[in-house]
């Protein structure tokens, strides 16, 4: 089965930035759908961002504009570059991809904690 192992996660002060890898397994990579959520403490998981096989992204609205989703499809990695982050951004981050339009696993990984704190 596919494996996706998110990585890149730590604590940083508001208005700084990191950037998010997601690492897959699998000789099929390109054509997935890679797909950013996150979920804060108490709250449920929420979409953050995507990016389809042909690079085509899509942004939730509380982070357009800062957050950038690309893919590298020679390294099977899928990444999220935050930029201006701020403490509301503070959550697990996880990936996830999609074939044609079907999640390709049934569970959530471990995902990569984000902390924004000053």
């Known amino acids: 089965q596919v494996q996706l192992v998110e990585s890149g996660g730590g604590l940083v002060q508001p208005g700084g930035s990191l950037r998010l890898s997601c690492a897959a397994s699998?000789?099929?990579?390109?054509?997935?759908t890679m797909w950013w959520y996150r979920q804060a403490p108490g709250k449920q998981r929420e979409w953050v961002a995507?990016?389809?096989?042909?690079?085509?992204?899509y942004y939730a609205d509380s982070i357009k504009g800062r957050f950038t989703i690309s893919r590298d499809n020679a390294k099977n990695t899928v990444y999220l570059q935050m930029n201006s982050l701020k403490p509301e951004d503070t959550a697990v981050y996880y990936c996830?991809?999609?074939?044609?339009?079907?999640?390709?696993?049934?569970?959530w990984g471990q995902g990569t904690q984000v902390t924004v704190s000053s």
């Open positions: 699998g000789s099929i990579f390109s054509s997935y």
């Open positions: 995507a990016i389809h096989s042909d690079g085509t992204t």
């Open positions: 996830d991809a999609s074939l044609q339009g079907l999640r390709i696993r049934s569970y």
